[in-house]
């Protein structure tokens, strides 16, 4: 498997904002990358970094194996989404999507012709003519997919392009993109801060926290096996205990967590407290206990007996669902 | 409509406001066509076209202070179109140290009287021993007309999503590229605006221009030659004439620049 994208100890430093901070990273070729973390945290900067709106202070950056850390912008493959399209005002959508080829010297009926059927491709074959005004968000998200995939770059890189949909559209877009991604079998860089996008979306993500990559690894081994508590609150539904509470159920003073779905409640037990919550999901109910002023969740299957408000209970798991983890 | 009819003392009020301020500009057209000549009396004694013959064939005294305000105008309005923009750009696209202040000093030459920049220029130009001439009008008038081409140039640059440009280059254009198929059609209108407004202003300026043009025939621009017309009266409708010349020649460009900068966010005139 060639990788796509390569950082080694990369770092952006603005004065004394460390935005990016030593990050090791590499994205395998034809895969879906997600980088999650919340505002700040140093995703949308390193997402410049590989188009090339920013220079590294200190590290090598390669794309396809070349280093490309003194390569202005406009001599990358790669092409972006911008988060608010970036659409050209004064030109027509054909004209916009056409946009990369014109530069390169291509000539207007064949350019044009390429636009088609890009424009084809993201649905919106009639729309050739029509200024970016004239269009819905949903729309003009296509349009800057279409403007750049038509470059065919080596790598596309999206920045949060979902994020000014609204729900039901954006849902619609995650499948769509998700599809388009396989179907061209380009490599996909996409930043969020959406955790459940990144979940469904990707094959592999990082999750940023204060300019460093917090953890690594596919959906599965971050939702399941969260590396630090940043992580475990930040992907959430995860139960964080903390080093005391975690020793008093029987493991090491450490943190730790543990899912809701290996929760189930007990009688009795080494810690009990009363039921402060109660939510129910229709596949089951979901009852929040405090125990020693921490919040713990636990999912009753369906069909079993849920505590009332108020009552006190005990929580029980199996060991090898306690995941320990760092503090950070 | 949900506002009420104002009261009929009010709207009374502004319409007699407006017409005080607009009717003597009136008068200036209708006393180019009255066949007395020494004074200006109401109502004219009788109207005739004449003027704008003796104003063609018999006046060759108006031609040259028409070329030279031409001439200034057009030269101004050029330096004003090229410093006012890289002001602009480098005012919105980079950020450095002291920048809130240098941008308060390019507005200054707008909000100065005229007297204080045409007094500080003269003694300026005494100082360095630049003799008056045309050069020194221009750039005299150019001081103000770059502050007019500045701020339509820095409205129309902030309203721009500085995206476009990222997603130019993005896509693989050169700055040059960029320039030409991005920034300037979205500029293309402010500018013109902006211009138009410089060359306007420019074209019937008086305070500045006394100040930095010295005193031979040569330096005398149309508005100069119209005030020392006034004070020594022979044919005086031919003023008037001409002065409909000056009102088409600013009043057009700045009903354009209006229309072409309507809807935006643009400060197409403001101050002067």
Request: hydrophobic share 45%; with cysteine; aromatic share 8%.
């Amino acid at each position: 498997m060639t990788t796509a994208v390569t950082f080694q100890n990369v770092s952006r430093h603005f004065g004394t904002v460390k935005a990016v901070d030593g990050v090791d990273l590499t994205i395998a070729e034809g895969s879906f990358f997600a980088m999650l973390g919340p505002s700040g945290s140093g995703k949308t900067t390193c997402l410049r970094l590989i188009s090339g709106f920013e220079k590294p202070t200190g590290g090598a950056i390669r794309i396809f194996g070349e280093d490309v850390s003194n390569t202005p912008p406009h001599l990358r493959n790669v092409n972006t989404v911008f988060q608010d399209y970036a659409l050209f005002p004064h030109m027509n959508v054909r004209d916009n999507v056409a946009y990369g080829l014109m530069v390169k010297g291509m000539g207007r009926s064949q350019r044009h012709a390429k636009a088609e059927e890009m424009l084809a491709l993201v649905k919106l074959d009639a729309y050739g003519g029509r200024k970016p005004a004239q269009l819905s968000g949903g729309q003009r998200q296509r349009v800057a997919l279409a403007r750049a995939l038509v470059n065919e770059p080596r790598v596309l890189l999206l920045d949060e392009p979902l994020g000014a949909l609204d729900l039901k559209l954006r849902e619609a877009m995650q499948d769509e993109l998700k599809a388009l991604q396989h179907k061209l079998g380009l490599t996909f860089v996409f930043v969020t801060h959406d955790q459940h996008e990144a979940l469904s979306m990707a094959d592999s993500l990082a999750v940023f926290n204060e300019g460093k990559i917090a953890q690594i690894g596919s959906p599965q081994d971050i939702y399941d096996r969260p590396a630090t508590r940043f992580v475990a609150d930040f992907v959430g539904s995860s139960n964080v205990l903390p080093p005391d509470l975690t020793r008093a159920l029987g493991g090491p003073p450490e943190w730790a967590s543990l899912r809701p779905e290996a929760t189930r409640l007990a009688a009795s037990g080494p810690v009990s407290g009363p039921v402060t919550a109660l939510r129910y999901l229709g596949s089951g109910t979901r009852v929040v206990l405090d125990l020693k002023g921490t919040e713990v969740a636990a999912l009753v299957p369906a069909g079993q007996p849920v505590p009332a408000e108020g009552a006190t209970s005990a929580i029980g798991f199996d060991p090898k669902d306690l995941h320990l983890m760092g503090a950070a | 409509m949900l506002s009420e009819r104002s009261p009929l003392s009010l709207r009374a009020a502004a319409i007699g406001g407006l017409l005080f301020l607009h009717l003597p500009i009136l008068l200036i057209f209708l006393y180019a066509f009255t066949t007395e000549e020494r004074s200006f009396q109401f109502p004219p004694p009788g109207l005739t076209t004449q003027w704008f013959t003796t104003a063609w064939y018999d006046r060759p005294d108006i031609w040259p202070p028409l070329w030279l305000s031409l001439k200034v105008a057009t030269i101004a309005t050029s330096i004003a179109l090229i410093l006012g923009t890289l002001v602009a750009a480098a005012m919105t696209r980079t950020a450095f140290f002291g920048r809130d202040q240098i941008s308060l000093l390019i507005l200054l030459p707008i909000a100065l009287p005229g007297v204080i920049t045409g007094m500080a220029l003269r003694s300026a130009f005494g100082i360095m021993d630049i003799p008056f001439s045309v050069w020194t009008i221009v750039l005299g008038h150019a001081t103000f007309c770059i502050v007019i081409v500045y701020n339509n140039a820095v409205a129309r640059l902030r309203r721009l999503s500085g995206g476009i440009m990222e997603a130019s280059a993005d896509l693989g254009a050169n700055a040059f590229q960029t320039f030409r198929h991005v920034l300037l059609p979205n500029m293309g209108s402010a500018l013109l605006a902006g211009g138009m407004l410089a060359f306007a202003l420019s074209f019937d300026e008086v305070i500045v221009t006394i100040f930095t043009a010295g005193s031979g025939a040569e330096a005398k621009t149309l508005p100069i030659w119209m005030l020392d017309e006034l004070i020594r009266p022979r044919q005086r409708p031919v003023t008037n004439v001409v002065a409909i010349v000056v009102f088409a020649a600013t009043f057009f460009p700045i009903l354009a620049a209006y229309y072409l900068t309507r809807g935006g966010s643009e400060t197409a005139g403001m101050g002067k």
